[in-house]
């Protein structure tokens, strides 16, 4: 009996000292945001459940699959998701938190981005569309969630923070523009938002290291948001096919190989028979290798193009994606260390 007295005093100081004590279990103004963000986008997030099937050239079987991955509204009635989520599907099902289930129809995709559109039967009220931010101010060491369905699990979320910039993937067309973050990626995640502090998408998780600790890559939204206007009209993007490659210059590659720019883009190849050496051109003929890669110098450096400065790879892209045929893109060069205007038109694209 005293033990048993004992214990029941201890036991009623306890909860006496909660109840007495309310802000011990109050949010740290961290956690507080943390959970403002996602409640701000977890609405507009799906899952995404997939049935396909893979062929099998060795055997020549057909094999049925199931899969889920997530996505996330980006206007009233579409959503955006991975494109190798949806690669061999014969039938999308779109899941919202609600429970509330519908077929989803393909838009558009674009397998170079990673990304496809899919159109659902769903109102803005059940679905609303998601803020989208931009990618272009992202910096490295600020705060990021990710919001999706990991293994088929309704609407988790984990956090971390932006561990890297301009990343770039053998199989993705992008160039150097992937966000890298650290917060953990599990299967079905796939093609959810990353969004910053305030739950606006700055990203789509796209794809994580193996062999790695915790490192992911998304697609930054304002890449993907060049895309939307294309896959809804066309059902693919559109790519302006003018035949050059660039290396971007930065501080450290600019002294390192003692160019005259610390800021721009280094044409390294013109492709023969190119509306870029038509227009005048030229790439490096001088080639240096550092490791696994190959560097050419000699060639013209793009210092702005329509006027607006490039700082790299990814203003060229920016312009080119936005560009349309007949329209006329003007590049200021550096060529033997004078600046010189070259323009060409952007050509039909061949399909």
């Known amino acids: 009996m005293p ?51 893979v062929f099998d050239s060795d055997t020549q079987r057909i094999t049925p699959i199931t899969a889920t991955g997530s996505g996330f ?31 989803a129809v393909l838009v558009g995709t674009a397998p170079g981005y990673d990304i496809a559109l899919l159109r659902v039967p769903f109102s803005e009220d059940e679905l609303p569309p998601a803020a ?29 923070i932006v561990s890297g910039l301009n990343r770039e993937l053998p199989a993705l067309e992008l160039g150097p523009e992937l966000i890298q973050f650290d917060a953990p990626l599990n299967l079905g995640q796939s093609g959810g938002p990353l969004v910053d502090s305030s739950g606006s998408v700055i990203g789509i998780t796209t794809a ?8 992911g890559f998304a697609i930054p939204i304002d890449a993907a948001k060049r895309t939307f206007s294309d896959l809804i009209a066309m059902g693919h993007t559109f790519r302006a096919q003018i035949g050059f490659g660039v290396q971007v210059i930065n501080d450290d590659f600019a002294q390192l190989f003692d160019l005259p720019v610390s800021e721009g883009a280094l044409v390294e190849s013109v492709d023969e028979g190119s509306v870029a050496e038509k227009a005048g051109l030229r790439g490096g003929s001088r080639r240096i290798t550092l490791g696994s890669n190959e560097y050419r110098f000699g060639g013209d450096i793009i210092l702005s193009i329509n006027g607006d400065p490039v700082r790299g790879p990814v203003d060229i892209l920016e312009h080119l994606a936005a ?22 038109i952007v050509p039909e694209m061949k399909h």
């Open 323 to 344: 560009a349309r045929p007949g329209n006329i893109i003007r590049l200021q060069v550096l060529r033997d260390e004078k600046q010189i205007q070259l323009q060409f």
């Open 3 to 53: 033990k048993t007295r004992t214990f029941s005093w201890i036991a009623a100081f306890v909860v006496m000292a909660f109840s007495a004590n309310p802000q011990a279990l109050a949010l740290t103004p961290d956690e507080a945001n943390t959970v403002a963000a996602f409640e701000n986008v977890a609405p507009s997030v799906v899952l995404i459940a997939v049935r396909g099937i």
């Open 132 to 160: 989208l931010g931009s990618s272009r101010h992202v910096r490295v060491g600020q705060k990021v969630l990710t919001v999706s369905h990991p293994l088929g699990l309704k609407h988790a979320v984990s956090v971390g």
């Open 208 to 215: 994580k290291m193996l062999n790695a600790e915790s490192i």
């Open 73 to 103: 509204a980006v206007k009233p009635g579409l959503v955006v998701t991975n494109y190798h989520v949806l690669e061999n599907a014969t039938q999308v099902e779109v899941v919202l938190s609600s429970g509330r289930s519908a077929a």
